[in-house]
């Protein structure tokens, strides 16, 4: 059994390249892999009347998209190792344009859902890989900025890609994709000239059954928690899915403690400080996809704004997501991860609270204002979150610790949509009953108003005491020996 020495990582030099020249490539290769995963978010209604199909159809350009990552995550550590980081890189970046083409050129809807899914294979690998790659390259001291910086190409690209798929797929719906590949053809030559070459290990030997164990189990869940508001738990499906989820789950985490070539090295949670940064940034995902899903929501199904105009309310917590994100970067190594992320909960905790009391009569000014205040808590509390765990693995295993975060970063966000959108109709049918049984069924009803309302504040106060817990847990993040 391999031992892990969990001893923070001195950094590596990135060679003769400059520094802004490395970041700024793994920013925009970050950037084009995740603006995939937004840019349909609200289109898909276009998308049934561009192809006559119905709902159930163009979920899967999400649904499967969603899966193909969850699924692929688990690989990037061994593919990092087996093939080095810039090849592989270079490889999604190719993967990425190559499918965006063929997604532009889809003729039917079964056609732009196999290549939206074989898109987010590569989407999926982007992420842990650039991630893996700041702290291979980039000198310890600056990693803490380094890592604001690429923490902001997610949260970029999801406040941008709404807005802009809305207008673009109204316009012309192929630009919808089309626009990325200009700046990815950029990054791939600039990758090619610029990213330091990392030697593979050709000895490296894939962990076949842990694979198929990671791949089965995330498969099962994602799907489960992608239809818990939809499926019926009388019948075998949800069971099935469950069962086999964490059947698998547990057969993979025994397997890989026993195998000398693992496919993630779990034995990296013997880090308290990485277990505990994880634990604390999936934690925080609670409060930050409850925001990012049901205001929207809200915004277009009571208050009657439209996809583009309520993606255009998000622009001014973009900003303000930007300069707190950069901030933390510049005070970590002088305040420590502890104090940024307990001050950015706090802000969390508050704002979503705030969220709780949202109602038709609430100003857009406020909900403005509350989400930009929201994300200055964001910025201030998740990067620092992160940093603290990868600084606390050695250089050698940051491809398994990135591998890890992405893969459970991305149950985690599946399981928060599903669980609350479970809530919200759990809680929607209740307030329907009790307020009004003649008209409650009716969109803009003053009964449907009411129980969409208190549907929504009930989702976020839980999304609250969610937050609420990470409070105590920041003390886990300082400064001390994992």
């Known amino acids: 059994m391999t031992v892990v020495q969990l001893k923070p990582d001195t950094g590596h030099q990135s060679g003769s390249q400059p520094f802004w020249i490395i970041l700024t490539i793994l920013f925009l290769g970050s950037f084009v892999g995740m603006y995939p995963s937004a840019a349909l978010n609200v289109a898909l209604p276009g998308f049934m ?27 990037s550590g061994y593919a990092s190792e087996r093939f080095g980081s810039k090849r592989l890189f270079l490889f999604c970046i190719a993967g990425i344009i190559l499918t965006t083409l063929l997604c532009a050129l889809s003729w039917d809807i079964y056609s732009l859902i196999v290549f939206r899914v ?3 294979l590569f989407s999926g690998l982007i992420q842990p890989v650039s991630l893996a790659m700041i702290y291979n390259i980039v000198p ?6 380094a890592i604001s910086i690429w923490s902001f190409s997610t949260v970029l690209s999801t406040s941008i890609a709404p807005s802009l798929s809305g207008y673009l797929q109204s316009f012309n719906w192929p630009m919808l994709f ?19 070459h990392k030697p593979a290990n050709q000895n490296k030997v894939l962990d076949k059954t842990g694979l198929l164990l990671a791949a089965a189990g995330s498969l099962s869940l994602l799907i489960l928690f992608g239809n818990l508001s939809r ?20 057969g993979f985490v025994l397997h890989e ?24 940034s999936l934690i925080l995902f609670v409060g930050l996809y409850t925001g990012v899903y049901f205001v929207p929501l809200y915004l277009q199904d009571i208050q009657g704004l439209t996809p583009l105009h309520s993606g255009l309310m998000f622009l001014p917590a973009a900003l303000c997501l930007t300069c707190s994100t950069f901030l933390s970067g ?24 705030c969220f709780s009391t949202i109602h038709p009569g609430t100003s857009l000014g ?33 491809g398994h610790a990135s591998a890890l975060i992405s893969w459970l970063r991305q149950i985690t966000s599946a399981l928060i949509l599903g669980l609350f959108t479970s809530l919200f109709d759990a809680r929607f049918t209740v307030h329907q009953s009790r307020l009004e049984q003649s008209d409650s069924a009716l969109p803009g009803s003053p009964a449907y108003i009411d129980a969409y309302t208190l549907s929504v504040n009930e989702a976020f106060l839980v999304a609250s005491a969610c937050v609420a817990v990470s409070l105590p847990l920041c003390l886990l993040l300082r400064r001390t020996k994992s």
């Open 366 to 398: 406020a909900v403005i204002l509350w989400l930009a205040i929201r994300n200055i808590g964001t910025g201030l509390a998740l990067t620092p979150a992160t940093n603290a765990g990868m600084m606390a693995v050695p250089g050698e295993y940051s």
């Open 178 to 196: 089309l626009t990325t590949i200009p700046l990815a053809l950029g990054v791939l030559f600039a990758a090619m000239r610029y990213l330091p």
């Open 257 to 280: 403690l026993r195998t000398s070539s693992p496919l993630l090295e779990l034995r990296l949670f013997k880090s308290k400080l990485f277990s505990s940064s994880l634990v604390l």
């Open 330 to 353: 510049k005070l970590y190594n002088r305040t420590g991860p502890a104090l940024l992320v307990f001050i950015g909960s706090t802000i969390m905790l508050l704002t979503t609270l």
């Open 118 to 120: 074989t898109q987010g």
């Open 140 to 145: 310890a001291e600056k990693q803490p900025h």
């Open 231 to 250: 499926w019926d738990w009388s019948l075998p499906t949800p069971w099935l899915c469950l069962v086999i989820g964490l059947g698998c789950s547990i």
């Open 49 to 75: 009347d561009i192809f006559n199909t119905d709902l159930r159809s163009v979920q899967w350009l999400i649904t499967g998209f969603t899966l193909a990552m969850g699924v692929v995550a688990p690989v």
